[in-house]
Nanobody
Framework: VQLVESGGGLVQPGGSLRLSCVAS????????MSWYRQAPGKEREFVAR??????????DYADSVKGRFTNSKDNAKNTVSLEMNNLKPEDTAAYYC???????????WGRGTQVTVSS
């Protein structure tokens, strides 16, 4: 199983980025897909999740990103994307893609992509 994130980079406050995560080696529709982030010196924290199965495509978000970040997925391309708008310096972190099985206690992580918000 591989989860490969892309789309990170350096952006000014108020700017936008779109992260993508491509999954391979798993049945994509059997996994809930999430984004987490980890800033230096801090614990990894939940950012957003998009549901598979019943309620397919519905998302929930951390309060800190609600209204600014939007999650989406393309089942045909095994891809989940995170559109991030109105970025703030406190959004600076490594962003990780996570796949959580709907049926067993199994999860996979990508290696992360760095997002830096700075003027």
């Amino acid at each position: 199983v591989q989860l490969v994130e892309s789309g990170g980079g350096l952006v000014q406050p108020g700017g936008s980025l779109r992260l993508s995560c491509v999954a391979s080696g798993l049945t994509f529709s059997n996994y809930h897909m999430s984004w987490y982030r980890q800033a230096p010196g801090k614990e990894r924290e939940f950012v957003a999740r998009i549901i598979s199965g019943d309620g397919d495509g519905s998302s929930d978000y951390a309060d800190s990103v609600k209204g600014r970040f939007t999650n989406s997925k393309d089942n045909a391309k095994n891809t989940v994307s995170l559109e991030m708008n109105n970025l703030k310096p406190e959004d600076t972190a490594a962003y990780y893609c996570n796949a959580q099985s709907m049926y067993v206690r199994r999860a996979y992580w990508g290696r992360g992509t760095q997002v830096t918000v700075s003027s």
